[in-house]
């Protein structure tokens, strides 16, 4: 992968601001990963009436808690740098969300619509969503609420290690999926989606919606990596190769829910299903390589996926 650092900043950089530790004092939320709404314990089943507002959150992977719950209580103390960042990794994020930014905002315009920009939050350890906070055991994600990516730099060394999927365009896949959500919020797939679940039309795992929405993020970076492969030194990421190919396959299926059950717990529960199997990852991200057309991405009419 050949790329070059952009003259714009649409990563907004709070690394090294300390995280939240001073600036909400001991409101310490435990983050997004902490698994699940917390049940009032005691009382009986009588009586009890739960006012949640859940919000969905569109990560990497599940395993962690997809919703957090509550209300926030504004935003951490001081103001919030937003630098460029002038370090190899922080530009080389910056690269590729601007170069996918770039994609997505010329296809919008070519199909007479507007795709607003917006930016990927980098920070380390914890930072203040409009989802909630957070932190590094999130994973990255898309936050609806503010329309901002959130990934930890740390993440891609997990990315290495944890998931076993080293590479720079592994990384790049990552991105652009989260960018992907972006889009899909963007043309109202997500608010469709969120009206379905909330009428008890998604039959859950994997067929369901969650799945079949996260799948469609993978084949929207699939998409974005066809551009690339198919007009090389256009942008920011000036090209691929099929090592790169691979590398993002690769990264798509190692955050498979079979591949992170297996590891985590020994056994596949499709039940609880939320991004797909590593085999659906890749041949969704595969299938927008192929096609390069977002009308290609049609992962919600298939009876099966
Ligand atoms: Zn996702």
């Known amino acids: 992968m050949r790329w070059r650092p952009s003259s714009t900043t649409q990563v907004e950089d709070r690394r090294g601001d300390g995280g939240l530790g001073g600036g909400l004092g001991g409101m310490r939320m435990g983050g997004l990963g902490g698994g699940g709404i917390p049940l009032p314990v005691g009382g009986g089943l009588g009586g009890i009436v739960l006012v949640i507002i859940v919000i969905v959150v569109m990560n990497l992977v599940g395993g962690g808690a997809g919703t957090t719950t509550g209300s926030l209580q504004g935003a951490p103390g001081g103001a919030i740098a937003s630098l460029a960042p002038g370090d190899d990794q922080g530009q080389f994020i910056n690269a590729v969300t601007v170069d996918v930014q770039t994609f997505w905002g010329d296809e919008f315009a070519a199909a007479g619509k507007s795709y607003p920009q917006t930016v990927l939050v980098l920070f380390t350890g914890s930072t203040q969503s409009g989802c909630g906070v957070a932190s590094s055991r999130t994973g990255p994600f898309y936050c609806p609420s503010d329309q901002k990516v959130y990934l930890d730099g740390a993440f891609f060394d997990e990315l290495h290690t944890r998931f076993g999927a080293p590479g ?74 099929d090592a790169d190919v691979k590398e993002a396959l690769g990264a798509a299926q190692s955050v498979g829910d079979d591949r992170i059950q297996q590891q985590a717990t020994g056994t596949i529960n499709k039940e609880s299903w939320t991004h797909g199997s590593a085999e659906q990852r890749a041949t969704w991200f595969n299938t927008g390589f192929k096609n390069g057309t977002i009308d290609g991405c049609d992962t919600f009419s298939g009876a099966t996926l």
């Open 168 to 241: 720079d365009f592994a990384e790049a896949y990552v991105i652009a999926h989260e960018f992907g959500h972006h889009v899909q919020d963007v043309l109202g797939t997500m608010d469709q989606v969120a009206q379905k679940q909330q009428a008890g039309q998604d039959p859950g795992g994997a067929n369901g919606l969650s799945v079949r929405l996260e799948l469609q993020a993978d084949c929207f970076a699939g998409v974005w990596a066809s551009s690339i492969w198919a007009s090389p030194d256009q942008a920011n990421v000036e090209s691929i190769t």
